[in-house]
């Protein structure tokens, strides 16, 4: 899946192509500044927030807003979140890592901060539990696709697994959380529906 949007629905039978996907990573820093982010929701949590560099002068109102727009794989809450901020535009544009102690991955989110309003304008969430992960793999395996572009040993690698978030699987799909798993060696990736237990979705992975 890209980052920022959704890959287009398919047209035809055919799995459709879409972009190679592109990693921005958070850079470290020395950590000068320090918060704390508590989300009130059902899926309540708490963790400390850290800031790469000086904390802009409105940071507890970003922090504030970020408790509404970042949210943790059910079962695998955020331990610490990192956040870098840069101008950009007569804004800010900001970088959060987020980790949970439970998973191996983390969770990658971009933001454009102007007029007090931030934006949410990219994601790559990866940060989701081990025995989430192997069913979201079992699942997309049982599909006749993708089982069929894994057949002849290709695929043999370990896929990435990654949370969509509603907004992102509405433009193809239904507004809800889903799961991608991706086979980059096979060029192939499954949209999975955790709840229904099923693939409601096949790409091939072009350049």
Avoid at 105 to 133: C, Q, S, V
Wanted: proline letters at 7%; one cysteine or more; a negative charge.
């Amino acid at each position: 899946m890209r980052r920022a949007n959704a890959p287009h629905p398919p047209t035809g039978g055919n799995m459709a192509k879409i972009p190679t996907l592109a990693v921005i990573m958070i850079s470290s820093a020395l950590i000068l500044g320090a918060g704390c982010i508590t989300d009130t929701d059902d899926n309540a949590q708490s963790y400390s927030i850290v800031w790469a560099d000086t904390p802009p002068a409105d940071h507890k109102a970003i922090e504030a807003e970020l408790s509404h727009q970042i949210t943790a794989y059910p079962g695998a809450p955020y331990g610490n979140v990192t956040a870098s901020a840069s101008e950009k535009d007569g804004g800010m544009s900001l970088h959060i890592s987020a980790t949970s102690p439970t998973c191996r991955y983390l969770d990658l989110y971009d933001f454009a901060y102007m007029n007090h309003e931030l934006t949410k304008t990219g994601y790559l969430l990866e940060a989701i539990p081990e025995t989430t992960r192997q069913e979201a793999i079992g699942i997309a395996m049982q599909n006749p696709e993708i089982a069929g572009a894994l057949s002849g040993g290709a695929g043999t690698g370990v896929p990435t697994v990654r949370r969509i978030l509603p907004e992102t699987a509405e433009e193809f799909y239904a507004p809800k959380t889903c799961i991608s798993v991706t086979w980059a060696d096979a060029s192939v990736s499954a949209l999975v529906d955790m709840d229904a237990g099923s693939v409601v979705e096949t790409w091939s992975v072009g350049g």
